[in-house]
RNA sequence: CGCGGAGUAGAGCAGUCUGGUAGCUCGUCGGGCCCAUAACCCGGAGGUCGGUGGUUCAAAUCCGCCCUCCGCAA
């Protein structure tokens, strides 16, 4: 079947669904509808923000709908004539009785490698739990979450630099590198997809803002870990004398000082430094609430006597 | 008008309460020392103190309004 005659509805919300989106639509895919999240009130100001798919809907003129909830209010698919659903980040549980409308299938991507880090943040869990590695799945989509059967799959490299924002990029970039090479065979039914393992399912939850605030009993990897599955939004953070200090970039450190779980143990154009239970991790860009994203160096810089404070 | 913090040299900060010549550290530039250096020493450049109106002999500082950034709440 070529492209141009497949009817597709793409459901997306955030960045790297619109860069999906957008991928397919240069293409020659023919989206003839976009399903993404009711805009949302953003930033102090509450302003109204289109999410980013609905940005590139409009920018190409294709529909975009945007149920609050598309478990009871999804008829106006049905007037699309769809073969194929494609999901990529989209945000809400979607009902059976949409998945089913399509002619052809409904399919999502999944940024990790099933049955690994099904749910709502595998980017992130892959950071945090220290992967080398991770990667996008196409998969059919059942109303069980990230369960049905696996079409492709494609990995990434996860370096120690990397951190959920370029992670994220490296992953939207694998994802529209999988759809536009398998959705074609997929269309012509030359998929014929693999079950789970469901032994080997592991969860990958929504971070919560609980999350975000990091602990002195983690090791000095998995403290790190953290760091880069929370940056660059929202960021982990402690305490500094009652102040939110938010860590964005963190490396274990060559220097083993010693002190109470905590202490900054060194503060000076070498490093800032702090210590845990199995040596210190160095903390290399960061920001005081109130203040903005800077730089260890720039950071020791205008903040006499940091040594021997305890962070909390 | 949701609550709170902040805006001073390229960067991070002090000075504001108590008005009186614009300050610290880092960076940068020049010089010196050294086998050498991101280390050390000497010197220089760089700021209409977020904007605007007011009070005053005099405003970074006190008062009014506005803009921007950040944390919280949503």
């Known amino acids: 079947m070529d492209k141009e005659n497949i009817r597709i509805v793409f459901m997306g919300t955030s960045e790297i669904s619109s860069y999906v989106l957008e991928k397919l639509?240069?293409?020659?895919?023919?989206?003839?509808?976009?399903?993404?999240?009711?805009?949302?009130?953003?930033?102090?100001?509450?302003?109204?923000?289109?999410?980013?798919?609905?940005l590139i809907a409009n920018k190409y003129g294709i529909p975009c709908f945007q149920p609050i909830r598309i478990k009871k209010e999804f008829e106006f698919i049905?007037?699309?004539?769809?073969?194929?659903?494609?999901?990529?980040?989209?945000?809400?549980?979607i009902p059976q009785e949409l998945l089913d409308m399509p002619s052809i299938g409904s399919i999502n991507l999944h940024g990790s490698i099933l049955p690994k880090y099904r749910g709502a943040a595998p980017v992130q869990w892959a950071l945090i739990n220290g992967e080398i590695k991770t990667g996008v799945t196409l998969m059919e989509m059942t109303y069980k979450m990230d369960a049905g059967r696996m079409y492709a799959k494609k990995y990434v490299d996860i370096s120690v630099e990397d951190n959920a924002t370029t992670l994220f990029e490296k992953i939207k970039k694998c994802a529209s590198d999988v759809i536009l090479e398998y959705l074609p065979l997929y269309a012509?039914?030359?998929?014929?997809?693999?079950?789970?393992?469901?032994?080997?399912?592991?969860?990958?939850?929504?971070i919560k803002s609980e999350d975000e605030k990091l602990s002195l009993d983690y090791n000095s990897?998995?403290?790190v870990n953290w760091i880069r599955g929370l940056s660059d939004v929202p960021?982990?953070?402690?305490?500094?004398?009652?102040?939110?200090?938010?860590?964005?970039?963190?490396?274990?450190?060559?220097?083993?000082?010693?002190?109470?779980?905590?202490?900054?143990?060194?503060?000076?154009?070498?490093?800032?430094?702090?210590?845990?239970?199995?040596?210190?991790v160095d903390i290399l860009e960061l920001k005081l609430q109130g203040k903005n994203r800077c730089d260890y160096k720039s950071f020791v810089n205008g903040h006499k006597n940091l040594k021997g404070k305890i962070l909390s």
């Not at 012509?188 to 929504?206: I, N, T, W």
């Not at 970039?249 to 060559?254: C, E, N, R, T, V």
Request: hydrophobic fraction near 35%.
């Open 235 to 280: 960021g982990g953070y402690l305490l500094l004398d009652n102040q939110k200090l938010i860590i964005y970039k963190a490396k274990i450190s060559d220097q083993n000082f010693s002190g109470k779980i905590g202490e900054i143990v060194n503060a000076d154009k070498n490093s800032l430094t702090i210590a845990l239970k199995d040596g210190c």
């Open 221 to 223: 990897s998995t403290f």
């Open 78 to 93: 049905k007037d699309l004539n769809c073969d194929i659903i494609v999901t990529f980040a989209y945000g809400q549980i």
């Open 25 to 54: 639509i240069s293409n020659k895919f023919n989206i003839v509808g976009v399903v993404s999240q009711p805009d949302k009130e953003v930033g102090r100001k509450k302003i109204i923000t289109p999410t980013p798919c609905k």
């Open 188 to 206: 012509d039914g030359k998929l014929k997809g693999e079950e789970q393992d469901e032994a080997k399912v592991s969860f990958a939850r929504m």
